[in-house]
C-alpha cells in the first residue's frame, strides 16, 4: 500500500485505527510536555540527553509526515504550532549536540503546548463532547499555555541573575501568584525588565481567566455554523437558527 496515502489515511481518517493513532500522538504529546516541564532546569546528562533526542526524532518524524500529507504546505508552514514545533525539534535535537550554551532553549520546548489547538480542532470534527464544552476547553487550554510560555520566559530571562529564580517550579510560582494577583512578594523581579514583565503577565493574564471563568459559569453553547448566515453557536438543543431562522442538524449525543 503506498505509504503517502497510509499516512494520510492515519492523520484524516474516521476509522477506529486512525482514531486511535491520533489519540496516541495526544498521549504522547502530554507526556512529553510533562518531561520537557520536570527538566527544564535540570542540567544535561547522558539520559536526559538520550531522551531528549528520542523524543526530539519522534516530533520530527510526526512533522515531517504532516508536512508531506499536506495539501498546502506553505500554509503549514506558517501556522504557529508549526513553528513551535521547529523550535522544539531543533532545542531537541541539534542545540544539546552544538553546545551546551544552547540549553536555554529548552525551556521553549514548552511551545509544544500550541499544538493543542490543532488538536482541539481535530477532536472538534470527532467528539460531540468537545463540539459541546469547546468554549471552556479552549479557555483552559489559553490559560496553560500562557501559564507555561510565561513560566518558560521567566525562567529564561531571571535564572541566571535573580536568585530567587532557580528551579523551572520557581518561575512556575512567580508566574501563578503574580497572575492570581495574590503577590506574597517572597520572589519578585528586579530591574525595569522584570516590572513590565511582571505587568504584562497580571494584565494578559487576569483577562484569559476572567474569559475561562465566564465561559464555565454561562450557558454552554454549541459550535454550529449555519449554512445561511453563518453564525456558529446556538443552544445545544436548537432546531432553527435564532438570527435568520435556517433549520439546523446540530449532531447530539442522543438521548440519556
Same mark, same amino acid.
Given at each position: 500500500m503506498?505509504?503517502?496515502?497510509?499516512?494520510?489515511t492515519l492523520?484524516?481518517?474516521?476509522?477506529?485505527?486512525a482514531?486511535g493513532?491520533?489519540?496516541?500522538?495526544?498521549?504522547?504529546?502530554v507526556?512529553?510536555?510533562l518531561?520537557?516541564?520536570?527538566?527544564?532546569?535540570i542540567?544535561?546528562?547522558p539520559?536526559i540527553?538520550l531522551?531528549?533526542?528520542?523524543?526530539?526524532?519522534?516530533?520530527l518524524?510526526?512533522?515531517s509526515?504532516?508536512?508531506w500529507?499536506?495539501?498546502n504546505?506553505?500554509?503549514?508552514?506558517?501556522?504557529?504550532?508549526?513553528?513551535?514545533?521547529i523550535?522544539?525539534?531543533f532545542?531537541?535535537?541539534?542545540?544539546?549536540?552544538?553546545?551546551?550554551s544552547?540549553?536555554f532553549?529548552?525551556?521553549?520546548r514548552?511551545?509544544?503546548?500550541?499544538?493543542s489547538?490543532?488538536?482541539?480542532?481535530?477532536?472538534?470534527?470527532e467528539?460531540?463532547?468537545?463540539?459541546?464544552?469547546?468554549?471552556i476547553? /479552549?479557555?483552559?487550554?489559553?490559560?496553560?499555555?500562557?501559564?507555561?510560555?510565561?513560566?518558560? =520566559?521567566v525562567?529564561? /530571562?531571571?535564572?541566571?541573575s535573580?536568585p530567587?529564580?532557580?528551579?523551572?517550579?520557581?518561575?512556575?510560582?512567580?508566574?501563578v501568584?503574580? =497572575?492570581?494577583?495574590?503577590?506574597?512578594?517572597?520572589v519578585? /523581579?528586579?530591574?525595569?525588565?522584570?516590572?513590565? =514583565?511582571?505587568?504584562?503577565?497580571?494584565?494578559?493574564?487576569?483577562?484569559?481567566?476572567?474569559?475561562?471563568?465566564?465561559?464555565?459559569f454561562?450557558?454552554a453553547?454549541?459550535?454550529y455554523?449555519c449554512?445561511?448566515?453563518?453564525?456558529?453557536?446556538h443552544?445545544p438543543d436548537?432546531?432553527?437558527?435564532?438570527?435568520?431562522?435556517?433549520?439546523?442538524?446540530?449532531?447530539?449525543?442522543?438521548s440519556?
Amino acid at each position: 500500500m503506498d505509504l503517502k496515502k497510509t499516512l494520510k489515511t492515519l492523520y484524516t481518517g474516521r476509522s477506529h485505527r486512525a482514531t486511535g493513532f491520533r489519540y496516541g500522538l495526544i498521549s504522547f504529546d502530554v507526556m512529553s510536555i510533562l518531561f520537557f516541564v520536570m527538566t527544564a532546569a535540570i542540567p544535561l546528562g547522558p539520559a536526559i540527553l538520550l531522551t531528549d533526542i528520542l523524543i526530539g526524532l519522534v516530533i520530527l518524524a510526526d512533522f515531517s509526515a504532516r508536512l508531506w500529507i499536506a495539501p498546502n504546505r506553505w500554509h503549514m508552514l506558517r501556522q504557529i504550532y508549526t513553528i513551535a514545533d521547529i523550535i522544539v525539534i531543533f532545542s531537541l535535537i541539534f542545540a544539546p549536540l552544538i553546545n551546551e550554551s544552547f540549553a536555554f532553549l529548552r525551556v521553549l520546548r514548552t511551545l509544544r503546548l500550541l499544538y493543542s489547538y490543532h488538536v482541539i480542532r481535530e477532536l472538534r470534527s470527532e467528539n460531540v463532547f468537545f463540539r459541546t464544552h469547546e468554549t471552556i476547553i /479552549l479557555g483552559i487550554v489559553n490559560l496553560m499555555v500562557f501559564i507555561f510560555v510565561m513560566t518558560a =520566559l521567566v525562567f529564561a /530571562l531571571q535564572h541566571n541573575s535573580n536568585p530567587l529564580i532557580v528551579t523551572y517550579i520557581d518561575a512556575l510560582y512567580f508566574t501563578v501568584s503574580t =497572575l492570581t494577583t495574590t503577590g506574597f512578594g517572597d520572589v519578585t /523581579l528586579p530591574g525595569t525588565q522584570g516590572k513590565l =514583565l511582571s505587568v504584562f503577565i497580571m494584565v494578559i493574564g487576569v483577562a484569559l481567566f476572567l474569559r475561562l471563568v465566564t465561559a464555565i459559569f454561562r450557558p454552554a453553547k454549541v459550535r454550529y455554523i449555519c449554512p445561511e448566515c453563518g453564525l456558529n453557536q446556538h443552544e445545544p438543543d436548537a432546531v432553527h437558527c435564532k438570527h435568520c431562522g435556517e433549520s439546523l442538524k446540530i449532531e447530539t449525543e442522543g438521548s440519556q
